[in-house]
């Protein structure tokens, strides 16, 4: 790739609109591969960034492109090294003179929102130290259910951000854009941590550029980082997963940092072969008895078990293979409260996750919904005074639970939205903006999942038309776009099955105050149109203009559709043939 400088850029009125750049910015960060690199590049050095405000938006996307796609860091830092030389020249303020211009690096802005995000990441492990705590104190299971929610979204979250940028930082390091005094200052700082998401982030960054700090000179202090990795296994405080991850680095600088997935590639011996083999049947069987081991000792590592399988029937669940893997799901041990609850969060977090297959889910939950856990009496209760817990009403006040939750995350919201108004500074502005992108996406996804998901159950006759009417009320007081967007895919969903001639009257109420709020035009011009769509819809029929196969199709459907596509083509094709053949004599007859 080449490393065409950038020029420097002086502060001008800007020629085109700052969310015009940042959509060509986005433009392009979406079609970059190794092919079309120049050709992007010069359409990028092309972009007017010609003030601070819009270099540091324009570093602000690249970054949160690069830790969020960290499959193609490698192009982004190289993107990145193509505009280092970037830079540009802030006019003097009103108190100082011409001469005391500043000058703003794209080297520079993009170095310090590294180093911020890094430093972030530590303070994140102080919150989920937090949240750990609070959920070891959380003395009602509702408590429990909800701060282990919590904990786990806040985890996926700092995992993956943290890893991000630690591919970031070492594609930018491997192409001298940061010195290994910062290196090695990453890599004693993730020491410092000694937890798990620490030693993972080391271990990658290791793996990325240990090549390039183990030379002659810096032997010695890497010498030193692999005794404390030595010393870390050797401990066992942390979990297996990530001992063998520290293995794996260690392994992988005692075969000259060439990885295995290379050296699988030289041929081998047979006797080789045979020990490798027998090496990892070893390691295999003595991890297996270990988590065997754990398993039968404890009933948290039974109920690890129970949730291990659930997950491994939700990947696999299709229409197809749908009777066998809920018989399979019926012969789990789901025999205790807590592992009741523990399985329907996990059905329902897949399920709101992952909505194009909510159907299935929903399927999956009507099979399960007489399943019933009697709670042994406590030792203040006779012994018929027993708890019965069901499925289906666990499954039920877990939806009420998310769709109550989705009305507190917008108040949520709403204080971030003022916060990012009252911001003063350029940087709390930025930090105010990020919190709020990451909120509201979050929010969003979960809201309408959790509104498919419901709109599902309710097809199944699991959720009747009171409580639906009352979920369509609910959000017709938000009157925000988040609520009225819920509303159309709610209706999109159900309302055939509620516009019926006992409910035509209730349905007409609504659809007046739908055409209220659209008339009104208070709400985004997007909302008004997906509004407008389902009036649309109403006055259709409930019959989409065009109806697709979003819902799976088994294996036996897509052969039938195709056989129908072809007999439709061959039949098209006939009719041209003969067209064309009749087009002669009907020529001959005119004149």
């Not at 992007?40 to 690249?62: C, T």
Request: charge should be positive.
């Amino acid at each position: 790739m080449e490393d065409t400088s950038a020029p420097d850029k002086s502060v001008t009125a800007p020629t085109m609109p700052d969310v015009k750049v940042l959509r060509e910015v986005r433009s392009i960060l979406n079609k970059l591969t190794r092919q079309k690199f120049s050709p992007l590049m010069q359409k990028f050095q092309k972009l007017p960034i010609n003030s601070e405000q819009r270099l540091r938006e324009v570093v602000d996307l690249i970054f949160e492109t690069a830790i969020n796609d960290s499959m193609y860091c490698e192009a982004y830092a190289n993107m990145c090294r193509t505009m280092s030389q970037l830079r540009i020249t802030t006019p003097a303020t009103s108190g100082q003179s011409q001469q005391q211009t500043t000058i703003v690096e794209f080297r520079k802005v993009l170095l310090t929102r590294c180093q911020r995000e890094f430093e972030k990441d530590r303070q994140d492990e102080e919150v989920l130290s937090k949240l750990r705590q609070k959920l070891e104190e959380a003395t009602t299971l509702e408590t429990k259910q909800q701060c282990k929610e919590k904990l786990e979204v806040a985890e996926t979250k700092e995992r993956r951000r943290m890893l991000g940028n630690i591919r970031f930082i070492g594609e930018l390091f491997k192409l001298k854009m940061l010195t290994e005094s910062i290196m090695h200052n990453c890599v004693m700082s993730l020491f410092k941590g000694r937890n798990d998401e620490s030693l993972e982030s080391l271990c990658r960054l290791l793996a990325i550029i240990g090549k390039d700090l183990d030379h002659v000179k810096g032997k010695p202090r890497m010498d030193q980082y692999f005794q404390h990795i030595d010393k870390v296994i050797r401990e066992k405080k942390t979990s297996s997963r990530v001992r063998f991850t520290l293995q794996d680095v260690v392994d992988l600088r005692k075969s000259n940092w060439v990885p295995k997935a290379v050296q699988a590639l030289v041929p081998k011996a047979i006797d080789q072969i045979h020990a490798d083999a027998k090496a990892k049947k070893k390691q295999l069987a003595l991890q297996s008895a270990v988590e065997a081991s754990t398993a039968a000792s404890s009933p948290s590592g039974k109920s690890e078990k129970v949730l291990r399988e659930v997950r491994s029937i939700l990947n696999k669940l299709t229409p197809q293979k749908f009777s066998p893997l809920m018989q399979k799901f019926q012969q789990l041990p789901i025999n205790s409260e807590q592992r009741l609850r523990e399985v329907v969060d996990l059905i329902f977090e897949t399920a709101i996750n992952d909505p194009m297959y909510c159907e299935a889910y929903a399927n999956m939950c009507r099979t399960m919904s007489q399943l019933r856990i009697t709670t042994p009496a406590t030792s203040g209760q006779s012994q018929q005074q027993t708890a019965i817990v069901e499925f289906r009403k666990v499954l039920l006040t877990r939806c009420q639970r998310e769709f109550e939750k989705d009305r507190q995350d917008e108040e949520v919201l709403s204080k971030l939205r003022q916060k990012l108004e009252e911001a003063t500074t350029l940087e709390t502005k930025q930090q105010c903006k990020e919190k709020l992108e990451v909120a509201e996406t979050k929010e969003r996804r979960r809201m309408l999942g959790n509104i498919r998901f419901i709109g599902e159950l309710f097809k199944l006759k699991m959720l009747t038309e009171s409580i639906m009417h009352n979920c369509v009320m609910s959000l017709f007081k938000g009157r925000n776009d988040e609520s009225l967007e819920s509303l159309c895919r709610l209706l999109t969903s159900i309302g055939k099955d509620l516009d019926h001639v006992k409910g035509k009257p209730r349905m007409d109420q609504y659809f007046q105050q739908i055409d209220k709020v659209i008339r009104e035009k208070k709400t985004s011009s997007r909302v008004r149109f997906t509004l407008q769509d389902v009036v649309d819809l109403r006055k259709s029929n409930w019959v989409p203009k065009a109806v697709q196969a979003l819902v799976p199709k088994t294996i036996d459907q897509i052969h039938a559709d195709v056989k129908a596509k072809k007999k439709q083509l061959a039949l098209q094709s006939a009719v041209e043939a003969s067209t064309a053949a009749r087009s002669p004599s009907q020529e001959e007859s005119q004149k």
